[in-house]
């Protein structure tokens, strides 16, 4: 294959890997926009909802760092292609669910879908490209990707009011079909066919052990943890019925912010994406800044005396849209500090982190809840009530960023003695290259 055959397959693997994630994004956030029909649906609690959404993501997280040893063993196309069968399989069984543990059972299905795709397709980006553009083209692939968030939030949304919950679900399982087609026709796992991976399951195996024992690899797990979670609890589960049955915004409205939520993370990835090329040893910051945006978005809304104007909604939406592609630091993480024969298994294990705190606050966001509901009496879905349950993210978030600055501490001591590199804080790094330019425009005695 010549080069420019080479780079015109390149980019149409790369376009196949971005129409499969979309199709498995908006697999995942159907619930999101069907959460208030699904309690008329199965007439039951909030925690109890909240098992659709938990569940779902629990299978995804359980099953990362497998997929990413199936995908380091047998490649990312049939991965891909189990995935799409799966999905399109659990939207067949809600479709036609009439009690909520078979919704349930069909979720999980979907999440087992779901968990194949993204590491597949990033594995697919790292062996087309040159690893200096993988940073960015990762972005456009998370970015590109989450517009099946949108979707699900309008198209999809409008087809369940219209069509009702069966149609509406049987349509979302077609769209599956359309990835599995795409998976078979156009993916293929690395040029010339030759793709780097182990041997056989025991190497694969031996190469997860190695990825999980580096440092860098666990500090993407919590880059992961800390920037995605809240976004995804959001998108998923609890920010539809947030937004029309406490803060009282018309469905229209809600899908609005929601699609809002996604173009902010399609603006910002590349510009993450290229920073992060740019100042590899400054990623951290960025994770932190990201981190300090959403609590400061969060305290705002959350603190606002009665309902929270439009205004801070949109701040809170644009937030929670730049922790998805800010998530993607995790997996450049993964990159950077491990071969590519062990990839898959760190990049699986990596957004194990985002969805281990996704699933753990979107059941105690419920289960609070429910709590308040019984002792007070209050509507379950009181703007009150969910100002008290929505303060778990502190909890959950803090102890995130607190594993993520530990590991960081000790990366960093680990790069100054093998690497003899001293990764200072940032104002020192601020303050040497003003000094340098100081320098640079001091005059010069000439000969």
């Known amino acids: 294959m010549t080069a420019t055959r080479t780079r015109s397959r390149a980019w149409l693997v790369f376009g196949g890997a971005v129409v499969a994630y979309l199709c498995a994004v908006m697999q995942r956030s159907t619930l999101g926009v069907a959460g208030v029909a699904a309690a008329q649906r199965f007439d039951t609690s909030a925690a109890a909802l909240s098992t659709l959404g938990v569940l779902q993501l629990l299978v995804y997280a359980v099953l990362q760092i497998p997929v990413g040893v199936l995908v380091d063993r047998f490649g990312p196309k049939v991965v891909i292609a189990v995935g799409a069968l799966l999905m399109a399989g659990g939207q067949v069984v809600v479709a036609?669910?009439?009690?909520?543990?078979?919704?349930?059972?069909?979720?999980?299905?979907?999440?087992?879908?779901?968990?194949?795709?993204?590491?597949?397709?990033?594995?697919?980006?790292?062996?087309?490209?040159?690893?200096?553009?993988?940073?960015?083209?990762?972005?456009?692939?998370?970015?590109?990707g989450q517009l099946g968030q949108v979707l699900s939030a309008v198209p999809f949304a409008a087809f369940l009011g219209l069509e009702g919950w069966t149609t509406a679900f049987l349509g979302a399982a077609g769209v599956s079909g359309v990835a599995l087609v795409v998976a078979l026709a156009v993916l293929r796992d690395a040029p010339h066919g030759v793709r780097p991976g182990s041997a056989d399951l025991r190497g694969a195996l031996r190469s997860l052990r190695s990825a999980l024992a580096r440092r860098g690899t666990r500090l993407g797990f919590w880059a992961h943890f800390v920037t995605q979670s809240s976004g995804v609890v959001f998108a998923l589960l609890w920010g539809y019925p947030f937004l029309v049955s406490a803060v009282g915004l018309s469905r229209p409205e809600a899908s609005a912010l929601l699609t809002a939520q996604v173009l902010t993370g399609f603006l910002i990835g590349p510009l993450l994406g290229g920073l992060t090329a740019r100042f590899p040893l400054r990623r951290s910051n960025l994770v932190l800044a990201i981190v300090l945006a959403l609590g400061l978005a969060w305290t705002l809304v959350l603190g606002w005396p009665g309902r929270p104007p439009l205004a801070l909604l949109i701040l809170l939406v644009v937030a929670m849209g730049a922790g998805g592609p800010a998530s993607q630091i995790g997996f450049d993480y993964a990159r950077t500090y491990n071969p590519p024969e062990g990839l898959g298994g760190a990049s699986g294990f990596v957004n194990v982190g985002g969805f281990t705190a996704s699933f753990t606050m979107m059941f105690l966001i419920g289960l609070l809840l429910d709590l308040q509901h019984g002792a007070t009496g209050a509507p379950l879905y009181s703007l009150g009530a969910f100002k008290v349950a929505l303060t778990v993210q502190y909890v959950i978030v803090g102890g995130g960023v607190l594993g993520f600055w530990l590991t960081r501490r000790l990366?960093?001591?680990?790069?100054?003695?093998?690497?003899?590199?001293?990764?200072?804080?940032?104002?020192?790094?601020?303050?040497?290259?003003?000094?340098?330019?100081?320098?640079?425009?001091?005059?010069?005695d000439t000969p």
């Open 96 to 144: 036609t669910a009439e009690v909520l543990p078979a919704a349930v059972a069909g979720r999980m299905l979907v999440g087992a879908g779901d968990a194949t795709t993204f590491i597949a397709a990033l594995r697919l980006v790292n062996a087309w490209f040159a690893p200096q553009r993988v940073p960015v083209l990762s972005q456009w692939l998370g970015n590109l």
């Open 411 to 444: 990366a960093r001591r680990d790069m100054l003695r093998d690497e003899g590199v001293d990764v200072g804080p940032l104002w020192r790094a601020f303050r040497h290259r003003a000094a340098g330019r100081r320098s640079s425009a001091a005059p010069r």
